[in-house]
């Protein structure tokens, strides 16, 4: 098994990321549960606050696990847990294409033969779009910048290290995050024709006359920071042949749930233990492909509803929020796929 990636090292952009249930429980498949969370929070406690900074709903979880985590960190535990499986990861490696047939072109030239070539290569995936596999693509009104904040003593000493916090101003939000000992993730999001919003290295006066209360912790931001804008991207099959599509290069979907990076999980593993199950190659990727693809979907779904009220007058959006914290069914939709019981755990 090898890895093509084309950066020069395995990192990873986007600062932290939320992991549920159903993602820690695919770490644990794997053996990288201890090293992903390690040092990270138990994100318990989700606030939600409006345009005035008054409290409007509180989301706890309980009887499940979430953790907030540096996204390097469990990059890091998942290339250990391939390295230790056997799996080459070769870095400074561009995949360009590749065949039906199980043929992977890179950008050198080379076409390498492989029993199945899997294509994770992102929302702009090269490997997808040479096969034509997309049934559609469409970019949303909203993206977000994400950076890493270093923690204050104030924020080291605290005994809630836990709790993340929703502010709401307008159609920009600020998603305060613990996660880990010195870090706070940072995520700004805004439509994406709020040119100032959405503007890197962050222009701190514009989102301090958005956020008056939240000065201090905007002053924090330096320069770093990127902006990603949302989409959302479904394919007529996840596979051809002898070439599978994972991740967000099969499923993009906004955040709003923080599942992208959970069903990504899910369905590598799902897939490898279908081809455990079957030696052919066409036949296991049909199987897999049926049993996963309806909890994607729904995901997908989930994350589109709950990004709606971005664009609501405040007053109409706090409703809304404050009623999506009680209503049963809701709950239901959105946590359906953290209480998901991945295949092969
Ligand atoms: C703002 C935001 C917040 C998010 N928050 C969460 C969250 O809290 N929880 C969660 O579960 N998910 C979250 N997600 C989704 C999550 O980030 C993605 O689902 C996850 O990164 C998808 O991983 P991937 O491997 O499919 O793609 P990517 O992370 O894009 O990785 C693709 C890899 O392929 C490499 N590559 C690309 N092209 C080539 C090529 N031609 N040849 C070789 N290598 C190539 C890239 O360098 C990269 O390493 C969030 C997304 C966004 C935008």
Redesign the pocket.
């Known amino acids: 098994m090898r890895v ?4 020069d090292e ?5 600062a ?5 249930e159903n ?1 820690l429980r695919v770490l644990e498949a794997i053996g990288a549960y201890d090293a992903a969370v390690a040092g990270a929070p138990m994100a318990h406690t989700r606030e939600v606050r409006d345009d005035r900074n008054r409290l409007i709903a509180v989301h706890r979880w309980t009887g499940s696990r979430v953790f ?1 985590i540096v ?1 390097q960190t469990i ?1 890091n535990a998942l290339a250990a847990a391939a390295a230790g499986a056997g799996v080459e990861i070769v870095t400074g ?4 294409g590749a065949t039906p047939a199980g043929e992977l072109v ?2 050198d030239d080379r076409r390498l033969r492989a029993d199945l070539v899997i294509g ?8 997808r779009d040479c096969l034509r596999l997309i049934s559609a693509r469409r970019l949303l009104h909203d ?4 950076l890493l904040l270093e923690k204050t003593a104030e924020e080291r000493r605290s005994s809630d290290g836990a709790t993340t916090i929703e502010y709401w101003s307008g159609t920009r939000r600020v998603l305060y995050t613990p996660c880990s000992a010195t870090d706070i993730y940072l ?1 700004l ?1 805004m439509l994406d024709r709020d040119e100032a919003g959405k503007a890197v290295p962050v222009r701190k006066e514009s989102w301090k006359r958005a956020f008056p209360h939240l000065e201090p912790l905007i002053d924090r931001i330096g320069e770093q920071g990127r902006y ?3 989409e959302l991207i479904r394919l007529r099959r996840w596979s051809a042949g002898r070439v599978a599509i ?10 709003n ?9 899910m369905n590598a593993l799902s897939l490898a233990v279908h081809l455990d199950r079957c030696a052919d190659v066409p036949a296991a990727l049909a199987a897999w492909e049926k049993k996963e693809r309806p909890i994607t979907e729904h995901t997908q779904r989930v994350s589109i509803l709950l990004g709606l009220p971005t664009t609501w007058p405040p007053r109409l959006r706090a409703i809304a929020l404050a009623l999506a914290g009680k209503s049963k069914w809701l709950t239901r939709q959105r946590i359906r796929t953290a209480l998901h019981h991945p295949t092969g755990t």
């Open positions: 093509h990636e084309r950066a395995v990192r990873t952009a986007g932290g990321i939320y992991v549920y993602g907030s996204r990059i490696s561009t995949a360009v890179l950008s994770a290569d992102g929302c702009n995936s090269c490997i993206g977000c910048i994400r995520a999001t990603d804008r949302f994972v991740g967000v290069a099969a499923h993009a979907l906004p955040p749930i923080g599942q992208g990076g959970g069903c990504a999980m």
